[in-house]
């Protein structure tokens, strides 16, 4: 019998892999464990030396750079896999990003131009990437996003970040429908707070894993191999018949909050 979570056979591509402790990276880990053969991409040449040892621990078969800033990387990364594989089976988008001055500021400060860059890197990209994979996914597929509870509830110090966010995953419902009949499935995985380097740049993030920690029913912290189990779940024939929903792997943060 097989287990329930087998990625064996199935090619996927994580965009968002920051360093061996970001939650991209704790996904990723898990996808392969499972069978799964992996692409990565790294952010720039400067966030290239903290990805490369992460994705050559994977094994990944393709390993590029991706900025969806610029223009036509994103577009490379996956003419690179149809040429290479020829089809994709999953995606994992763990990307956002907002402008420091806009991310620090309150909600009703932020400049439409930050708005605007918060919106296209942290929401917009995954539709974009939803669109490149669809000719790689003939035979159905899984694509998964993550999200966060500030996306729902107005968390101190989150700021554009939360509409970012919630954009996202209203996002996810509506490519859920879109693309049911060609069996993709589509996933928004709110993670719970977990100490990453991405989310270091949020105001008082010490403080707010102090809280989800005391609020938690069990008191605790959910960890990258946790949220990464989930993630292989929804990634294989198991998560099949789950669609469009906002999956939390929070510790239950969500249900007392």
């Given amino acids: 019998m097989k287990p329930i979570i087998d990625l064996s056979g199935k090619r996927g591509l994580v965009v968002g892999i920051a360093n061996e402790h970001s939650i991209a990276a ?18 720039n040449e400067k966030a290239e030396p903290f990805v490369r040892p992460v994705a050559e621990a994977l094994e990944a078969a393709i390993v590029m750079p991706c900025d969806v800033r610029v223009a036509g990387q994103l577009e490379a990364v996956f003419e690179h896999i149809s040429n290479d594989w020829g ?42 990437m939803t669109k490149l994979a669809l000719p790689l996914m003939s035979g159905g597929g899984s694509l998964m996003t993550v999200s966060f509870y500030g996306a729902e509830r107005a968390v101190d110090h ?5 509409p970012a966010k919630a954009a996202l995953e209203s996002s996810v419902r509506y490519l859920a429908a879109d693309l049911a009949a060609r069996r993709i499935h589509v996933h928004a995985i709110s993670a719970g707070a977990v100490k990453t380097r991405a989310a270091s740049g949020i105001d008082h993030f010490d403080g707010l894993l102090d809280e989800v920690r ?10 990258i191999e946790e949220i990464g189990r989930i993630a292989a779940v929804l990634a294989s ?15 239950g943060f969500h249900v007392v909050a």
């Fill in 158 to 162: 989150y700021n554009v970040m939360g």
């Fill in 26 to 43: 704790g996904r990723a880990a898990s996808f392969r464990e499972a069978g799964a053969e992996l692409a990565v991409t790294y952010l």
């Fill in 87 to 128: 089809r994709l089976d999953f995606v994992l988008h763990s990307i956002a990003f907002a402008p420091g001055d806009d991310l620090h500021a309150s909600l009703v400060d932020c400049s439409a131009d930050g708005f605007a860059l918060a919106m296209d890197v942290s929401c917009h990209s995954f539709i974009r």
């Fill in 214 to 223: 005391a609020r938690t029913p069990a008191q605790h912290l959910v960890t």
């Fill in 237 to 251: 024939e198991a998560g099949m018949t789950l669609t469009g929903s906002t999956v939390y792997t929070d510790a």
